[in-house]
């Protein structure tokens, strides 16, 4: 992972998400005779983005990769891209105003625990764009140089298409080497994709259309900046899952094997497999859900109230052996309860966040309070509360008390894991 992170930063190269904002290549050449003089007869269809003001969806993809140092295999890699979009407005021609925020999130583990969990505990970077899209997916008025993802792909045709139909446009990725490679601007190269229109099919019960794309690309930066590569050279292959309905992508899956050349003769490879998913952001009827939440858990042994985030859950009483992450016997009952109070609200991600008394160094507190959250997380999963992409885990160690750490009591009320159900949708001003 630190390897990883030496030339690129904290997110993974290969980044894909959102309907607007996800790398859409692939290599598979299939083509079957048969098929398409079947699928000839079958009716052209339209292929275009639709925008609405107001919607708002998010996409979850997570990225496992192995890394290569000079044809070595040094380490695998697995973390979670975080996607959310807003369509702020749709101009007269037919093209949407998009706002966009990214953020990664990387692995961690409980020690002799297989579960994986999700924290942003480390992550460095987050993004906002402010972009313009035409109806056939082409980027314009880009105002972020930087934000790690692929433009104008999927890029369709004026034509309507039948399964079987091909085409080739151009896109381009950004990525932010500012730190990595000391430039100023993004790193940005160009690549040249072949689409196959492959045809309808299924995803959980949803009619989709499947599409294929080809892309390889071999780059010579502009640049010459001692840090820079000299050669980049990519090789993706990508299924995607279009929902017309919507005009979006729902989904897609890749592969990829990208390398990088250097000037002294070093070269690094990453090589794997990611998936993500894009889903509709709906609004949360925040004091519908409060009142559900105090109805099945009550309020004495649990704060609930709203924040600008969404509603917070305040476990003040679950109890730990000190300085441990070990709940203490009797104390695993009380998630059950939560687990399934979540279970009634299952559309919001949420965030399971640990915090500690002023007792011992910083660092021990801070790494306490994420093992705690940790934890809870992990629970919550076993009882299938929310899987592992739905959580996020954050250790404060002691920046945030709630009370004096003077007294008994109040290190009592510090010592907390807190559990916020994301209002995504309204995050930022609520809707109360």
Not at 375 to 398: D, M, P, T, W, Y
Request: glycine letters at 8%.
């Amino acid at each position: 992972m630190q390897a990883y992170q030496f030339f690129i930063g904290p997110s993974p190269f290969k980044i894909d998400c959102t309907g607007v904002l996800i790398y859409n290549m692939c290599m598979k050449k299939r083509l079957i005779p048969v098929f398409i003089l079947i699928s000839a007869a079958l009716p052209a269809k339209e292929f275009r983005y639709r925008f609405e003001e107001g919607s708002r969806y998010k996409a979850r993809s997570v990225v496992r990769e192995q890394v290569y140092l000079n044809h070595n295999y040094i380490s695998d890699s697995e973390i979670l891209n975080l996607f959310s979009v807003e369509i702020t407005g749709v101009r007269p021609d037919g093209r949407g105003e998009l706002e966009a925020r990214y953020g990664v999130a990387e692995t961690i583990r409980r020690p002799g625990s297989a579960v994986v969990l999700y924290s942003t505990g480390t992550a460095e970077k987050n993004y906002l764009s402010r972009f313009c899209q035409d109806r056939f997916g082409a980027f314009s008025e880009d105002e972020d140089d930087f934000m790690p993802v692929v433009r104008n792909v999927p890029l369709f045709p004026e034509r309507d298409l039948q399964p079987g139909d091909q085409w080739s446009a151009p896109g381009y990725e950004v990525h932010d080497f500012r730190e990595s490679f000391g430039i100023r601007d993004g790193f940005r190269f160009d690549t040249q994709v072949s689409y196959r229109y492959i045809g309808e099919t299924e995803r959980n019960g949803v009619k989709v259309d499947e599409i294929e794309a080809v892309s390889f690309a071999s780059f010579v930066p502009r640049e010459t900046a001692p840090a820079l590569p000299i050669r980049v050279v990519s090789q993706v292959n990508q299924s995607l899952y279009w929902d017309n309905s919507e005009g979006r992508l729902s989904a897609c899956r890749e592969n990829f094997d990208i390398l990088f050349l250097f000037r002294d003769g070093r070269t690094w490879n990453f090589k794997g497999f990611s998936e993500s998913e894009i889903i509709e952001v709906l609004p949360m009827d925040r004091k519908g859900v409060v009142s559900e939440l105090k109805k099945k858990l009550g309020s004495d042994r649990i704060g609930i109230e709203e924040k600008e985030e969404g509603i917070s859950l305040v476990l003040n009483d679950l109890r730990f052996y000190p300085d441990e992450d070990r709940l203490l016997p009797g104390e695993e009952s009380k998630l059950d309860e939560i687990a399934e109070a979540l279970k009634q609200i299952p559309g919001y991600d949420i965030r399971v966040i640990g915090h500690t008394a002023e007792a011992g160094n910083a660092k021990m507190r801070l790494q306490l309070s994420l093992d705690r959250a940790g934890r809870v997380a992990e629970e919550l999963i076993r009882r299938k509360a929310r899987s592992a992409e739905q959580i996020l885990v954050e250790g404060k160690g002691s920046e945030e008390p709630v009370a004096s750490n003077d007294t008994e009591e109040g290190r009592r009320l510090n010592r907390r894991v807190e559990i916020i159900i994301v209002d995504e949708y309204n995050r930022g001003n609520g809707n109360k």
